[in-house]
């Protein structure tokens, strides 16, 4: 009997320490949690990125539409020329910054100008843009892929 709970508390534990190895999970209605689709590479980010917005905008340039509110942002002027590329911009309340933006894409921003950021990846490139009236705030935000974007 003192085996099978020294059994059990081991595979508790091995447990606990493996979910503690995963990498941070965000939100799925949230601005990281859409970063994190194209940091990772996945080729079915687009998609998976545009069923959690309950659109198809990546085919309608300027889709203006309604506001998205989710967890860390609110999106907006969602869009796209349907070759696998899409833009929203982000509203400045609440403000989703330059640092939450570095902390999803951990192999680093390479600036491009004074308000602007690249990001690359093996698949993908987003362009980051910084709010001209809120200078801490992240204003739009490109997704391309890397054969678009040469």
Not at 101 to 125: D, H, I, T
Request: aromatic content about 10%; overall charge neutral.
């Amino acid at each position: 009997m003192c085996r099978s709970l020294m059994m059990a508390l081991l595979v508790v534990w091995l447990a606990a320490c493996a979910g503690g190895l995963k990498a941070e999970q965000h939100p799925q209605r949230s601005v990281s949690w859409i970063l994190q689709q194209y940091e990772r590479g996945d080729p079915a980010a687009l998609e998976r990125v545009l069923d959690m917005l309950g659109t198809t905008a990546s085919y309608t340039p300027h889709d203006i539409g309604p506001s998205r509110d989710l967890e860390d942002a609110r999106i907006y002027n969602i869009g796209g020329f349907g070759s696998g590329d899409m833009w929203f911009r982000l509203q400045a309340s609440p403000c989703y910054s330059l640092e939450q933006a570095r902390r999803v894409l951990k192999s680093g921003l390479a600036p491009r100008s004074e308000r602007s950021y690249r990001y690359e990846n093996s698949r993908y490139v987003l362009f980051l843009r910084m709010s001209t009236e809120h200078p801490d705030c992240l204003h739009q935000i490109d997704f391309l892929p890397v054969a678009l974007a040469k």
